[in-house]
C-alpha cells in the first residue's frame, strides 16, 4: 500500500509539474501513457524491448560470472586482494562509454560487443559487493561447525554459502540497476534497435511525448522485474532469518 501511494503521489506531481509547462515541452502522465498505449497497439514496442531485455539479462549474467568469482577471491585471499583491488577501482573508474566503444571497435556492432561492454562495466561494481560480503564472514561461526566435527562440505553449505548469498542477491539487484543504464548507453551508439536506439532517435526528432513514453516504458519494466521477480526470490531465499524489528 505504501508503494502505491508513494507511485500516486509522484504522478500527481508529475501531473501538477506539466501544467506549468506547455506539452511539447513537458507532457502530463496521462498523454505520456496515451502515446505509450499507441506504441503498443501499433506493434513498435516489442522487438525494440525484447533486444534491450535480451542484453540486459545477458550484460547481468556476465557481469555476475566475472565479479562473483573476483570478489570471492579477494575476500579470501589477502595476496588477490592486493593484486586485485586496484584493478576493480580501475574498472570501477573508467567510463561506460569507453568500453561501449572499445567493445564495438574490437569485435564489430554486434550483439556479442554490446553484451561484453555492458557485463564488463557492471562487473568491479559487483566484485566489490562480494569483496566485502565475504570479508563480513562471522568466522566464530566455521570455528563453531569444525568444533561439531562438520565436513568441509557441510561448512560450506550451511555455513559459508548462507551468509555470502545476501551478498550476491544485492550484488545482482545492484547490478541490475546500472545494467539498465549501460545498455540504454550501448543501444544510444552502437545498436540499430532497443529502447535506447527509441530514446535517441525521438530525441533527434525533439518529441518529448515518445522521450518520456519509452522512459515510462523502461521505468514500468524495471519495476516489475523488481517486484514481481527479485522481490519473491529474495523472501524464498531468505524466509529462515528473522525478521529485525526496532
Known amino acids: 500500500m505504501l508503494k502505491l501511494v508513494s507511485i500516486l503521489a509522484a504522478l500527481i506531481v508529475w501531473g ?42 545477458g550484460g547481468l549474467l556476465l557481469s555476475l560470472i566475472i565479479g562473483i568469482p573476483v570478489g570471492i577471491l579477494m575476500g579470501l585471499n589477502r595476496r588477490a586482494e592486493a593484486v586485485l583491488d586496484v584493478w ?6 573508467v567510463p561506460s562509454l569507453c568500453y561501449a566503444i572499445v567493445a564495438f571497435m574490437w569485435f564489430g556492432l554486434n550483439e556479442t560487443a554490446a553484451i561484453i561492454a555492458i557485463g564488463i562495466t557492471a562487473a568491479p561494481a559487483i ?18 561447525a569444525r568444533v561439531f566435527e562438520a565436513s568441509r562440505p557441510v561448512i560450506l553449505r550451511r555455513v559459508l554459502v548462507p551468509q555470502i548469498v545476501p551478498y550476491i542477491m544485492a550484488s545482482a539487484r545492484f547490478g541490475l540497476g546500472i545494467i539498465w543504464k ?16 527509441k530514446l ?3 530525441y533527434q526528432l525533439a ?23 527479485l522481490k519473491p526470490i529474495e523472501k524464498r531465499l531468505f524466509a529462515w532469518r528473522p525478521q529485525v524489528t526496532v
Open 16 to 57: 501538477l509539474m506539466s501544467l506549468t509547462l506547455p506539452p511539447e515541452i513537458f507532457p502530463g502522465p496521462i498523454e505520456t501513457a496515451q502515446v505509450l498505449w499507441g506504441e503498443i497497439v501499433g506493434g513498435r514496442v516489442e522487438l525494440d524491448l525484447a533486444m534491450t531485455m535480451l542484453r540486459v539479462v
Open 88 to 93: 576493480v577501482m580501475v574498472g570501477l573508474t
Open 127 to 144: 566484485a566489490i559487493n562480494i569483496w566485502e560480503g565475504v570479508k563480513n564472514i562471522d568466522t566464530k561461526l566455521i570455528a563453531m
Open 182 to 197: 549501460i545498455t540504454v548507453l550501448v543501444e544510444l551508439i552502437g545498436r540499430p534497435n532497443g529502447v535506447g536506439f
Open 207 to 229: 518529441d518529448m511525448r515518445q522521450v518520456l513514453a519509452w522512459t515510462l516504458l523502461f521505468t514500468i519494466i524495471m519495476l516489475i522485474i523488481e517486484l514481481l521477480i
Open 200 to 202: 535517441f532517435y525521438w
